[in-house]
Each structure stands twice: as C-alpha cells, then as structure tokens.
C-alpha cells in the first residue's frame, strides 16, 4: 500500500515543478531593460508602453513601423496605432469579433491602413482610425497586404468549386465624391445645372450608395451580388466559372426568369444542388421533393446580410483579379508599374498594375534553381531576393520581360541558409540567415564589407555608425556598420552585448534609426543611441520602395490636350496721331 502511495506523492511533486515552468513558458515577464546594461551598449530609453492583453493566450503577435508610427497586432484581433516618436497610442480597433485568427502584416498609404482579419479586409485612416471601409472578400488571405496611393492588393484563397491555389485581387481606393464651391459658382444656378460636363454630386452618390437593399447585401457578401453574367467567362487566369448567383432571381416565387427571358421551370424540380444537374422523369413527381433554391441563402454570413436593412458603405472597387496555380508565399512587392509575386515553385512574376479585369497579362516570368525561403525586400526600384543556396539577388522591379526574364543587377554569396528577408539601409544591404550570420554588401555593387558570427541571425536596426542584431539566444549585439573587426578576414565581432531574451517578439525597423523591443505580455520599448546628434529620429537612412505611379504633370510648349500652343500674334506698334491739316 505505501508503494502506491509513494507514487502518487512523486506525481504531485512533479506536477507541482512542472507548473510554475509551463506558466513561464506561456506568460513571459519582461521588463524595460536595466540601465546599467543600456549605458555599456551606448543607448538610452526612449519610451516604453505597456498594451493591455486579455489573458495569457492574448499576446502581440506582430509589431511594424512605417514612417512616424507603429501598428501592433495582437491574438485577440486588436489593431493599436502608436506613435513612434512619444509611445502614446493614437487608436485602437477590435478586427471581428474577438476571435482568434493568424495575424499577417499590415499595409499603408499615405492616408490609410490596411489589415486583413479572416475574411474581412479593414481600412482605417492613419492617424485618427476612422474607419473607411470593411470588405468582404470571400475567403481568408493568405500572406500580408500590399499598397499604394491608388489600391490595395491582396493574395486570397480560391472560391469553393474553383480551380487553381491562389488568386490576387486588387481593389482601388474610393474617390472623393467632387462637390461644387458655392462661392465661386455663377450667378445662374440653372445653368450651372445644364452644363454637360458639371459634376453631379448627387450622381455620384446614387452610383456609390445604391437604392435597393439586394444591392446594399451584394456589396458585402459577393456570392449574392446581381451579377447576371457571372457565368460568361472567368474573371482572370484560372479562378474558373462560377454559375450565377441567386441574387439575380427578381423573385422567389416560380416561374423564374432571367434578363426577362422565356420563364423556366420552378427550380425545385433539380433533385440535387450538385453538378451535374438532371430533372426528374415524370414518374418520380411525387416524390419528396427540396425547397425552391431561392430561399435558401448560399451561406449564414449571406443569409444575416440579407436580414440587415442597415446601410451599408460602398466596397472597394475591384479593379482586375488574377488566378494562379501555383500558392503565393510573401506579400506583393510593388513598383511603380508593376506588383511582384513569389510563387512556391520558386517562380518570379510580375503583373501590370494599371490592368482592368478584361486584360490581366504577366509581364515577367522566371524560375529559380533554389527556393526563396524569405521574404524579398524593396529599397526604391530594386528588389533583392534571398535564395536558400546561400545567394543574395538583386534584381530591377522595373525593367525585365517574358522573353529575357528578370534583369539581375548582382549576385552575392552568403555561405548561409538566408532565409531572413534582407535589411537594406542608404548604401549596404545586410542579409542573414539561421547558422550563417550577417554579412553586409555593398547596396551598388554586392561586394562583402563584413560578415558577423554564424549565431547572430536578425538585424533589427541600424544607424550611420552601427548595426544592431540579436542572435538566436536572444542576445542583443552591437556591430560596426562600416568595417569589420578583422579585416584580412573581413570577420566582425560584436562591440557590446546585452541579454534581451524576454523580448521575444521581433521588431525590425527600417523607418528610423530607432530600435525597438517587444514582448509577448504587451511591453514595448523604445531605444536610440545615446550621442545628441540622434536625439531626434533620422528618417533619410534608408531608401524607400518607390511604389506610387510616376504622374506627369505637364510639358512646357504643350497645352493641356498635348498639342503645341499656338504662338499669340505679335502686338502691334500704334500709328502715330496724326496732326490735324491747317485750313
């Protein structure tokens, strides 16, 4: 009897020390890092900020920086916008309904944010967080947003029965709706009125804010939108064909019509909703029989949006939609004219930005021997592209065909997996890997400057004099960024270390020469370097992806239409009064 005892004693005690790890484990207790330690790496406490986390299954997930601000995702579905120069949080958003859901990195203009929540795709302004629309898109995405001035471009899984992995969808911003200045308008308001070309606000606002409720459901839940040629052709690539939506039906009730066409048939009569559909002989009649499909909504989400009689906001217009067979890895990368895609095959595409739905056409095409295990990086019209042979490409985003493929700039050899997505500062390029270290090159010409020690993996800042980096342990490490330790090896080592381990989400940050931590439990801090010089944020260290279309605003000699002005005649010298004549 006492062996069992004995055994049941052991179990608790083991219990009991197992408990306090797993807690631990699960709730990381960081705190802003001493300052003794900050002052032996030559740094300083900016800010730091506490967000609130709902337990401990809630936690920061991801962490960006995009000029003067930080969006933080968490578990829960929370959106917060921090300023990144003060810490204090400017908005915060719920994405759905609180449930869980994989968190991928946002996208922002120069107006708007943009975050993809399960199904639903997010606009919110900048800086106040009002919200500018919320989108439908059908099924989940599948990699982060990209974005420029004009639209928003997303990589989404196929629709159910439709062929193919991935689709891309591109959906423009909507337009001020232009209103008229009263004070400058003429004295006649009728004739204002009967101008041809005079805007029409209220125009406007019937086109973008429809009348019939079928409509206001459409704009969010696509699988009921009156689409009456929905099943003439695929919208792009391989996304197949889809059959019309119910919601072209004008009523429930049989017979139905379709474009006031020869009625058919009551629906009911199709014994099954499954392909292919036969009708029932004569004999089977009497037969139980499935109610008329026009009451059956497609979905729940359809069905809810069918029963909500609250107005709803225009959507995002799509402006074309693309079909692949293969899965799209990363988020696009974007150029003025183009947007870059990564496929699983290790191919390398490029897509015409200015394309409409009738005319998507893939302008450059190329496969590589080696996977891409990393997410490309963007610095003005270049893209460098990490392969997991150990080769670092940069490539142009903006020249390259079908016929000649991709137009490579260098190549630089690594000696490590790569598999981090390049940092990319004014003239060198750091790229880094698991067990391979990081080497610097030079941004023009892909020579190596310097290369670290295989265990520090991930830069996550930088300034005109340093490099800063953590390695797999969690260690926080300081480099030289102009040259290496050892330079007949071309070998650096780090001039200062800290133990940083509790802040275990990543951080990078390519806006400023801040450097910024962050824990799971909701703590984030901001660290700069101690000289005066950096005291306030130096934001021209880094070359921004150029991603908005180049606009011409007009060429001297040439009038608005493009033609030559024509040359005004050449004023006349006045006759010379002549005297009157003397009788």
């Known amino acids: 009897m006492w062996h069992r005892s004995g055994a049941v004693a052991g179990l608790v005690l083991a219990l009991a020390a197992l408990a306090p790890a797993q807690q631990n484990n699960t709730s990381p207790q960081a705190v802003p890092p001493d300052k003794a330690a900050l002052e032996r790496l030559n740094l300083r406490t900016e800010w730091s900020l506490v967000l609130p986390v709902e337990g401990t299954k809630d936690g920061i997930t991801q962490a960006q920086t995009f000029d003067d601000q930080m969006f933080v995702q968490?578990?829960?579905?929370?959106?917060?916008?921090?300023?990144?120069?003060?810490?204090?949080?400017?908005?915060?958003?719920?994405?759905?309904?609180?449930?869980?859901?994989?968190?991928?990195?946002?996208?922002?203009?120069?107006?708007?944010?943009?975050?993809?929540?399960?199904?639903?795709?997010?606009?919110?302004?900048?800086?106040?967080?009002?919200?500018?629309?919320v989108h439908e898109l059908g099924t989940p995405t599948t990699t982060g947003l990209a974005a420029d001035d004009e639209a928003v471009y997303c990589v989404l899984g196929m629709r159910p029965g439709a062929a193919g992995a991935h689709r891309i969808a591109v959906y423009d911003m909507l337009r001020p709706i232009p209103v008229n200045d009263p004070t400058?308008?003429?004295?006649?308001?009728?004739?204002?009125?009967?101008?041809?070309?005079?805007?029409?606000?209220?125009?406007?606002?019937?086109?973008?804010?429809?009348?019939?409720?079928?409509?206001?459901?459409?704009?969010?839940?696509?699988?009921?939108?009156?689409?009456?040629?929905?099943?003439?052709?695929?919208?792009?690539?391989?996304?197949?064909?889809?059959?019309?939506?119910?919601?072209?039906?004008?009523?429930?009730?049989?017979?139905?019509?379709?474009?006031?066409?020869?009625?058919?048939?009551?629906?009911?009569?199709?014994?099954?909703?499954?392909?292919?559909?036969?009708?029932?002989?004569?004999?089977?009649?009497?037969?139980?029989?499935?109610?008329?499909?026009?009451?059956?909504?497609?979905?729940?989400?359809?069905?809810?949006?069918?029963?909500?009689?609250?107005?709803?906001?225009?959507?995002?217009?799509?402006?074309?939609?693309?079909?692949?067979?293969?899965?799209?890895?990363?988020?696009?990368?974007?150029?003025?004219?183009?947007?870059?895609?990564?496929?699983?095959?290790?191919?390398?595409?490029?897509?015409g930005k200015e394309l409409s739905k009738e005319k998507v056409v893939t302008e450059v095409k190329e496969r590589f021997s080696s996977a891409i295990p990393a997410t490309p990086a963007a610095a003005g019209t270049t893209l460098y592209v990490p392969l997991d042979n150990g080769i670092l490409v940069a490539i142009s985003g903006t020249t390259g065909n079908l016929a000649g493929g991709i137009n490579v700039k260098w190549r630089a050899a690594t000696g490590g997996l790569n598999n981090h997505t390049p940092f990319v500062s004014k003239d060198r390029v750091y790229a880094a890997g698991d067990n391979g270290g990081v080497v610097c090159f030079n941004r023009d010409t892909g020579d190596t400057v310097w290369r670290s020690a295989a265990g520090a993996d991930r830069v996550i800042g930088a300034n005109e004099e340093f490099v800063?980096?953590?390695?797999?342990?969690?260690?926080?490490?300081?480099?030289?960024?102009?040259?290496?330790?050892?330079?007949?090896?071309?070998?650096?080592?780090p001039l200062g270390s800290a133990d940083f381990g509790d802040f275990n989400v990543p951080v990078v940050n390519t806006a400023s020469d801040r450097v910024y931590l962050a824990a799971n439990n909701g703590l984030i801090v901001c660290l700069r370097d101690a000289n005066a010089k950096y005291a306030k944020p130096m934001r021209n260290l880094w070359p921004a992806p150029e991603v908005n279309r180049l606009r011409v605003r007009g060429v001297e000699g040439l009038n608005k239409d493009g033609e030559p002005k024509s040359e005004a005649d050449p004023k006349k010298e006045p006759e010379p009064k002549k005297e009157p004549e003397k009788n």
């Open 74 to 133: 968490t578990r829960s579905g929370m959106l917060v916008a921090v300023d990144a120069l003060t810490g204090r949080i400017q908005w915060a958003a719920k994405l759905g309904n609180g449930l869980h859901g994989n968190a991928y990195p946002v996208a922002v203009n120069s107006q708007y944010v943009f975050c993809a929540h399960l199904t639903r795709l997010y606009a919110f302004y900048r800086y106040t967080g009002v919200t500018e629309f």
């Open 184 to 351: 400058k308008a003429p004295a006649d308001a009728l004739a204002q009125g009967a101008k041809k070309d005079a805007p029409s606000p209220l125009g406007e606002l019937v086109k973008r804010y429809p009348t019939s409720g079928t409509a206001h459901a459409a704009g969010r839940y696509p699988e009921i939108t009156a689409r009456p040629a929905a099943a003439a052709a695929p919208v792009g690539g391989v996304t197949g064909s889809r059959t019309p939506a119910i919601g072209v039906l004008p009523s429930v009730v049989p017979p139905y019509n379709l474009d006031n066409r020869s009625p058919t048939p009551a629906i009911n009569v199709i014994p099954s909703l499954r392909q292919p559909y036969t009708l029932r002989l004569e004999s089977g009649q009497y037969v139980q029989q499935t109610p008329s499909i026009g009451v059956i909504p497609p979905s729940v989400a359809a069905s809810l949006a069918l029963a909500d009689l609250r107005p709803k906001a225009p959507p995002p217009p799509l402006r074309w939609e693309f079909g692949l067979t293969s899965r799209i890895l990363y988020p696009l990368l974007l150029t003025p004219t183009r947007a870059w895609a990564i496929a699983d095959d290790n191919t390398v595409m490029a897509f």
């Open 468 to 493: 800063y980096v953590r390695d797999r342990q969690g260690r926080f490490l300081v480099y030289d960024a102009k040259r290496p330790t050892d330079t007949a090896s071309q070998r650096s080592a």
